[in-house]
């Protein structure tokens, strides 16, 4: 069964470094999300992605934030200058079309000290 | 706004007892729902969803969940847990024709021997 995949599985960076969490949406499909969960709270909107070009996004998604799919199978989360508070799960997800199932992947877990 | 309470942050139940996660929502219009499982070190898989029709919605694992539009719940219900059931389950929903999946705080289910 196809699965939307990320990379890696665990980041440790320094406050202000640049992170890039990758992920590879399942093949056939046209949308692509990125969530984060903080530790002990919600899973959090943050993106959504649609023909090269953000469709949505949330106040989380700032200016230190941005989004790209490079070739034809990746999508990568790129945070320019990380804080203390990026600190947590990314869940990158992608879905046939807007009204279809979102399918996750396992997560990226960031830890900025 | 959309919003989603998971009343229960956490269920003990013994092994082959009954469950119920309790979920409600809030919305203006109409949306779709969604249970997600989390299990240990994984991703968000989708359990079931309820898009239209009939109000029972039945998923994997034997898991099921009741739309009920009046009392705004969905409910998710299991007559008969196994220790593999052990997860954390996320309540989502999705307003009709919008990008992001709106969820819940999570409840930890602990199967108990």
């Known amino acids: 069964e196809p699965e939307v995949t990320q990379t890696p599985s665990h980041q440790v960076t320094q406050m202000g470094q640049e992170v890039i969490l990758r992920c590879v949406p399942i093949s056939n499909h046209l949308y692509f999300y990125w969530y984060r969960q903080i530790l002990g709270q919600k899973v959090e909107f943050l993106v959504s992605?649609?023909?090269?070009?953000?469709?949505?996004k949330s106040e989380i998604f700032d200016d230190q934030f941005s989004v790209e799919r490079p070739d034809g199978s990746n999508f990568t989360l790129k945070i320019r200058s990380t804080k203390l508070e990026d600190s947590a799960m990314y869940f990158c997800?992608?879905?046939?079309?807007?009204?279809?199932?979102?399918?996750f992947g396992p997560g990226t877990r960031l830890l900025v000290l | 706004a959309q919003s989603v309470t998971q009343l229960d942050s956490q269920v003990p139940v013994f092994e082959e007892a009954p469950v119920e996660l309790r979920c409600n929502y809030s919305?203006?219009?109409?949306?779709?729902l969604f249970w997600y499982v989390q299990y240990p070190n994984q991703g968000l898989q989708l359990l079931l969803k309820?898009?239209?029709?009939?109000?029972l919605v039945k998923g994997i694992n034997g898991f099921e969940a009741e739309f009920n539009k009046s009392q705004t719940s969905f409910h998710l219900r299991k007559p008969s847990v196994h220790i593999s059931d052990t997860a954390e389950y996320f309540c989502?929903?999705?307003?009709?024709?919008?990008?992001?999946?709106?969820f819940g705080k999570g409840t930890r289910l602990h199967i108990l021997p």
């Open positions: 997800a992608s879905s046939l079309s807007v009204q279809e199932t979102q399918y």
């Open positions: 989502a929903v999705r307003m009709n024709r919008d990008d992001k999946i709106i």
């Open positions: 919305s203006s219009v109409s949306v779709y």
């Open positions: 992605f649609y023909n090269n070009e953000i469709s949505e």
């Open positions: 309820y898009l239209s029709g009939s109000t």
